[in-house]
């Protein structure tokens, strides 16, 4: 074992890189790899360029156990589109049965790593055992989803020396990869691929509603196409129940087409198997306004998109106005006036493009004072909305007009105390009303369809602890809850429901998730993109922080809101050009220009929102 130590300093692999570092989970990491004895931690590297290319070698002639494990690790982190160098590290037999795809581990660092210092013999050729152990932060399934992830990681690799060459390979080692968080951010990018949802229309439109669902591709390797075959193998599971594709099952891309990217004119043309060749002009355009809103995430300079067929003839195209046209997403729809209560408990309103501090009344009662207000919520179309009274016990339903009516409450709590009455409610863009009752004798979500009628109780399974804020997607699929159990609040994202049982409509939130892992106090958030929330709270002993959440759990890449302290509630659109706005204890209703540091508004304000 000392002379295989000695051989690791000499030939341990050359890093090969573009004009940049290394980008190697162990290589750039740690200054050797023990052949046996204690754990010792390995250092990720540290987040390099993403224009950075990063190759592989395959393994030297002589190469000891230790340096096929460094070799191969580092092979895992480059751009190598299927990694064929990778493979080299393996026996023949390993490299057929591998599948790199299957899954991707994240770990906190680069993998600790243990030898077993006992050599092994079978069938009389020298082998060798070695662990790989870490702190996981999450993983990467087969069809690229994010899911947060905890615990110890720990997983075995098996080596040989083959008889006749003498050359060490990997001949047993566990599917999929493993990499540090630095070389995974490095390494993977998250874009939304979209789909619509398949039992919602806009309801000032009629038009489809666009679903965002988050997925990772390697940035560096080919992201469009890879983005484009995404897309066509359809939603990803957990969001598969609620949404459809207008591709036709067991569409693909034309066979060897690879290499997907913009002409000269800043359209991409995507050439389809024979699967597309039998639609109508109807579902064309929505295939082709699927992959324009998808590869925009992508690359924003994407002006549109043509498809076409298997025999190369141009089957359809969109640009920007004409999938607008097609489908209703929200985060195209800039909102005219941001919301929030004055200091007599009135709903005002001032212009969101503005930078001035003066807000008017709405009109209709909400403006006029009939009935003081804790929390507002104003339907997508600006034309309705939504109120709970300042004692938190009744939610009323009015008109954005001068001549609007207050009438009855639309919904009574009967909680005791204020805090155990409703929360703020929150509109989708099919014109549904959503509202918790935090009711400790009666906790419960409910839905009014369109804003009126009887309040629907919907159903939560998987629920444990009581509903403190809801946000649903402008989408209608997806929803935001902030829920407390044991002193503690958390920030949980479900898909909704929708079934009928004779002729009664039955809504469930199912598959609740956490979209803020870590956090042990959430105390505001809002929808900030397609797939994106804006979170103020707080980890365990930390201090209050304002950042940006996915919907999957995952951090997205930029920078985090300039700080503030003493937020009471946030506001923010799904379109990001629209500012930031929040209640401050100290400044009360303060706003966040893009790249700006925090503008007071008023003082004498609360609870503000933008349409939603």
Known sequence: MGADREGSARRRPARAVAYAACGAVLLAGCASMPDSGDLRDVESTPRQDTQVRVFAIPPQQDASATEIVQGFLEALTSDDPNY????????????????????????????SIQTDPRPATREGTDAITYTFQGSRVAT??????????????RKTVHLTKDAKSGQWRIDSLPQGVVMGKSDFQRNYTSVDKYYFASDTSAEETGQPVAVADPVFVRSSVDPTTQLVRSLLKGPTTWLGPVVRSSFPTGTTLKKGVSGLAPDDQNQVTVPLNVKASRIGSAMCNEMATQLLFTLRNLTPTVDSVAVQSVSGSHMCDADEEQAEAIAWRASTKHPDYLYFLDGKHRLVRMTTGGTGTS?????????????????VAVARDERTAAG???????????????????????????GATEDDRLTAPSWDARGDLWVADRNPAKPQLYMLA????????????????????????????????????????????????????????EVSVLELHSATPGSEEVTAMSWAGDSRLVVVGREQGGVQQTRYVQVDGST????????????LAIAASEDDAVPLVADSQDDGIVRLPSGDQWQKVVKDGSAPVYPG
């Open 84 to 111: 064929d160098t990778a493979r080299k590290y393996l026996t023949k037999a390993a490299a057929k049965t591998w599948q790199p795809e299957s899954q991707t581990t994240v770990l906190a660092n680069g993998p």
């Open 140 to 153: 990467v399934d087969a069809q690229q989803a994010y899911t947060p992830a905890d615990g110890a990681y």
């Open 359 to 375: 807000a008017v009344a709405v009109p209709g009662p909400f403006g006029a004072g009939t009935k003081p207000l804790r929390s």
């Open 388 to 414: 709970v009274s300042s004692d938190g016990r009744s939610l009323y339903v009015t008109s954005l007009a001068s001549a609007g009516s207050l009438g009855n409450a639309v919904l009574t709590s009967h």
């Open 450 to 505: 369109q804003g009126v009628g009887q309040p629907l109780a919907v159903q939560i399974p998987e629920l444990n602890g009581r509903i403190e804020d809801v946000r649903v997607a402008a989408d209608g699929v997806r929803i935001a809850l902030v829920v407390e159990k044991d002193g503690k609040q958390s920030l949980l994202v479900g898909r909704i429901e929708r079934t009928k049982s004779d002729d009664q409509q």
């Open 556 to 567: 997205p890449d930029g920078p985090a809101p300039a700080a503030l302290t003493g937020v």
